[in-house]
């Protein structure tokens, strides 16, 4: 088993995906600087509205692209409107609260950003079809998403000075995109399926001009483990209880080639029981399945809730974010 790959020496880790409830920054960079000791993450807040949601906050990350709502959605424009200026504005409130609650903190640290084949599949052009019907935009899509990451990472950096940063790419929409399933503007059509070469491609460029472990979160069924081990991934996050048998395999290729799973398996929606240790017991049957060594559990698994916390209560949230540091602690503890 492969013992070199690009990720943060963590044991016993756990994270959130990214998304919290409510709207106070500080209290959700406390929660997840709290809760976390290992793998904090810089919270998204959703229910601030347009700009601070999954879309318009990675459209807003975009260099000489610019982004605003439509009654349809996010649309593409010729220049920077009201809405690409209130996602700059939530996004650095959130540095701010982050910054606030990380003085001193040395060790890895998450940022999240929609990856460039979900922002292709959910914004669309000026003459309102998806940029995922059109090859050149999904280029040039990647290409402004890269260098506004890079902008983005080293503002990071001189905020934490001392953390490790590691960036994880939302594609929910990659398997859709894969498959053919995504509809057109209209609703009544669905676009051609990207060939999965070209996915593949376009997101090693990406991870290739970062400087930073790149992981890739999928909420979706039918994650293509292995094409994201190709396109260099350091870690593939996932709901675990949408996988199916059929991708035992690739998930034991992937981990002996060194990819850390993040595995979903606490809910990310209010729960009336607490279970730590069970919510990971699956995890413990498959790693037995497939005939990998218990040992190395704590260090190539990274637990965490299912999907994000945007809609769950605050205090659910801060629960799920412990159990899920309890339930990688126990995997730890007792890997058997």
């Known amino acids: ?79 920077p409107g009201r809405d690409t200026r209130r996602a700059h504005s939530w996004m650095g409130e959130d540095l ?40 050149g935009a999904c280029r040039d899509i990647a290409g402004s998403l890269a260098e506004g990451l890079r902008r983005h990472l080293a503002d990071v950096r001189k905020r934490v000075p001392g953390a490790q940063v590691v960036l994880q790419l939302d594609e929910p929409s990659l398997p859709a995109v894969l498959a053919g399933s995504v509809k057109t503007a209209s ?46 991934v350091a870690g593939i996050s996932l709901d675990f209880g949408l996988l199916t048998d059929r991708q035992d395999d690739a998930i034991g290729e992937a981990v002996e080639a060194g990819t850390v799973l993040l595995a979903g398996v606490v809910p990310s929606v209010d729960a009336e029981k607490s279970d730590p240790a069970g919510a990971v017991g699956g995890i413990r049957t498959l790693w037995r399945k497939l005939g990998l060594d218990p040992q190395l559990l704590g260090r190539r698994v990274l637990v965490t809730p299912t999907c994000g916390l945007a809609g769950a209560s605050p205090a659910y949230a801060r629960r799920a974010l412990v159990d899920s540091a309890k339930g990688a602690q126990s995997l730890v503890d007792n890997p058997e």
């Open 1 to 79: 088993m492969s013992d070199d790959y690009p990720f943060p020496e963590l044991t016993g880790a756990a994270t959130g995906i990214g998304s919290m409830p409510g709207t106070d920054a500080r209290e959700a960079a406390r929660t997840s600087v709290g809760a976390l000791e290992q793998l904090p993450f810089l919270p998204e807040l959703p229910a601030r509205g347009p700009g601070a949601d999954m879309i318009g906050r990675s459209a807003g990350l975009l260099v000489e692209l610019f982004a605003e709502v439509q009654p349809s959605g996010w649309r593409f424009a010729d220049r």
């Open 187 to 232: 609703g009544f059509q669905r676009l051609r399926a990207v060939d999965r070469q070209v996915a593949e491609e376009a997101l090693r460029e990406l991870i290739r001009s970062l400087d930073v472990p790149v992981l890739v979160h999928c909420c979706a069924p039918g994650v293509p483990i292995p094409l994201l081990r190709r396109a260099g």
């Open 96 to 135: 701010d609260a982050l910054e606030e609650f990380t003085q001193g903190y040395e060790g890895a640290l998450k940022l999240q950003a929609v990856g460039p084949w979900t922002l292709a599949a959910s914004v669309e052009l000026r003459h309102g079809e998806k940029a995922l019907a059109d090859p």
